[in-house]
């Protein structure tokens, strides 16, 4: 069984398009995060939900929507696709509690051509 | 605020040689601490974690890392690589008040046959 699922793993869509994320998590966990990896592998928190509100919301353009219409389900929406939005995007969960360790997907590989 | 320093970007080493994996990291409360590897096209999966008691942790493949809080450092050691732990690994903090996860920004060790 797979702990944090994300669909779809590769993406590539042309600029100035309207794509999705979804993310979903079966381990029962009540916090989950959007993670944007870099070219140099640097890893950047985006949003982080907890029983599905929004706790963190970092400094992103606003054409990144997050959706979590269940605890178990985050979601991420992108308007109007730039080159630079090309990344690889983690989505993460964890039980809320500061003592535990996050738990990853295995990423989402979006290229904007 | 926090942060976490690796300093080395890349790390080749031998097969069956030692390695360490160097990090440090800065933080004006408590904190618990988390080694990750990625292995080329795929999320995120624990290696090891401190969060208290004994400074010495023992994680999977037999990695292991010990937190010094007086020089704020939790390194990552393997007395003797093999070709599949040719990876990209992320050391990270998580404080006692905080939500999120803040990652170094990786060391990719590669094992030399």
């Known amino acids: 069984d797979t702990a944090v699922s994300q669909t779809p793993k590769y993406l590539v869509t042309q600029m100035g398009n309207d794509k999705s994320i979804k993310c979903e998590q079966n381990l029962g966990h009540d916090t989950m995060y959007w993670y944007k990896q870099d070219s140099k592998k640097f890893l950047k928190i985006m949003f982080s939900?907890?029983?599905?509100?929004?706790?963190i919301n970092e400094t992103v353009p606003n054409r990144f929507s997050p959706k979590s219409p269940d605890k178990a389900h985050l979601n991420l929406h992108i308007n109007s696709l730039e080159l630079g939005d090309s990344a690889v995007y983690f989505c993460?969960?964890?039980?809320?509690?500061?003592?535990?360790?996050?738990?990853f997907g295995q990423g989402t590989r979006l290229t904007v051509v | 605020a926090q942060s976490v320093t690796q300093l080395d970007s890349q790390v080749p080493v031998f097969e069956e040689a030692p390695v360490e994996l160097r990090c440090n990291y800065s933080?004006?409360?408590?904190?618990?601490l988390f080694w990750y590897v990625q292995y080329p096209n795929q999320g995120l999966q624990l290696l090891l974690k401190?969060?208290?008691?004994?400074?010495l942790v023992k994680g999977i493949n037999g990695f292991e890392a010990e937190f010094n809080k007086s020089q704020t450092s939790f390194h990552l050691r393997k007395p003797s690589v093999h070709i599949s732990d040719t990876a990209e690994y992320f050391c990270?903090?998580?404080?006692?008040?905080?939500?999120?996860?803040?990652f170094g920004t990786g060391t990719s060790l590669t094992v030399i046959p």
């Open positions: 401190y969060l208290s008691g004994s400074t």
């Open positions: 939900y907890n029983n599905k509100e929004l706790i």
């Open positions: 990270a903090v998580r404080t006692n008040t905080g939500n999120q996860f803040y």
């Open positions: 933080s004006s409360v408590s904190v618990y």
């Open positions: 993460a969960s964890n039980r809320g509690q500061v003592n535990t360790e996050a738990f």
